[in-house]
């Protein structure tokens, strides 16, 4: 009932590398590629994460539309990862950014809360020693959806909290 397009498996993909007839196809694929920065001259930096790869097909055309980074956690992320996101983060302020804002799309259950919590806080801890002890100001983290108050304002469905999820007795946020 929903489009393919909108379904996506991101541990399986295919890949070939860039290969041209002649020096006038690359040079007119390279000009045809040219995409204008729309944040480059902006004060704020956006980027977008989601808990899992198989909503990216329905977010990743919003945010190529709106030229923002997506990225997706697959749940706890790595420190490696969550490294990198915090480079990222800097550097946008380092380049003169005067605010870094970090939205996620998550599921509404103990691990995804939880998950979303680890990540911000790997990240945070990757980023408050280069503001000298003090806590990064500029980098705001905010959970967009799915939110217990969304669940009850739009009765979205739910499902039993999994009773092998060992954050799942003190959490109440399933109906």
Known sequence: MIPYE????????????DSFT????????AAASYRRSLWHDQAVDVHIFTEKDA?????????EAWDVP?????????ESFAHAV????YNAI?????????????DHDPSGLDAWRA??????????PRYKGGSA??????????????????????????RSDTRARSFTGSR
């Open 94 to 106: 380092w380049r003169g950014k005067e605010h870094v804002y970090v939205y996620q799309l998550g």
């Open 22 to 29: 002649g020096i006038d196809q690359m040079l007119n694929d």
């Open 137 to 162: 100001p500029f980098v705001h983290f905010e959970r967009l959806a799915v939110t217990e108050a969304q669940i009850e304002l739009y009765d979205l469905p739910t499902r039993p909290t999994k």
């Open 55 to 63: 909503i990216s097909g329905v977010i990743l055309p919003v945010t």
């Open 86 to 89: 915090s480079t990222a983060l």
């Open 70 to 78: 997506l990225g997706v956690l697959r749940g706890y992320s790595s």
């Open 6 to 17: 909108w379904i996506t498996d991101g541990t399986r993909w295919i890949t070939k590398p």
């Open 119 to 128: 990540f911000t806080s790997t990240v945070r801890g990757f980023l408050d």
